[in-house]
């Protein structure tokens, strides 16, 4: 069985919006690099890379599907992100927004009763509350920190050590699948 039309043109949408996250995230490592925090730069580009990793799932499962996948223009991202906190809690709303995208999918493939898709969907439903977890846990940690810049620092260390999920960069080996 196909992919429905409207089915497809909500992934091929997905697939913008993964794009964006990935930009996003790209963008507020630039602002960490520039702010000397470079291990928040490296966590932030760590996601910008998973972020990708989710875009090509979403266009791989279309054409997987017999579809046509489609490259859509993206938005610019922001370039400021005020503090560190704010630049988190920003993380953290995005994700919230994302869960929310993921969950319309979801249940646009429940309504067609496209089973298959919707086993595809639940890895991301799955990886959603991973990543609201993961962003909210710095939001609370950076408002412990407060103004506390040696707590700042050894947090910074701390998302410096981040290691990147084999096959979650922009080219994951061909025919791999982890999902
Ligand atoms: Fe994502």
């Not at 846990?137 to 103004?147: A, C, P, R, S, Y």
């Amino acid at each position: 069985m196909g992919l429905s039309e409207a089915l497809q043109g909500a992934i091929n949408e997905q697939v913008k919006n993964e794009v964006y996250s990935a930009h996003l995230y790209l963008a507020m490592s630039a602002q960490c690099e520039a702010e000397n925090l470079p291990g928040m730069a490296h966590w932030l580009r760590i996601q910008f890379m998973e972020e990708w990793g989710h875009a090509l799932k979403l266009f791989d499962y279309v054409n997987e599907r017999g579809g046509r996948a489609e490259i859509r223009a993206i938005d610019q991202p922001p370039a400021r992100f005020g503090s560190p906190l704010e630049l988190f809690q920003e993380v953290a709303a995005h994700e919230a927004r994302v869960t929310a995208m993921i969950n319309d999918l979801y249940a646009l493939a429940a309504k067609e009763n496209d089973y298959a898709a919707q086993i595809m969907l639940q890895w991301f439903i799955t990886e959603q509350v991973e990543e609201e977890k993961s962003a909210g846990e710095i939001v609370d940690q950076l408002k412990m920190i407060g103004d506390n810049a040696v707590a700042l620092l050894m947090l910074d260390r701390e998302l410096g050590a981040r290691v990147a999920e084999p096959g979650m960069g922009p080219m994951p080996a061909t025919g791999e699948s982890d999902a």
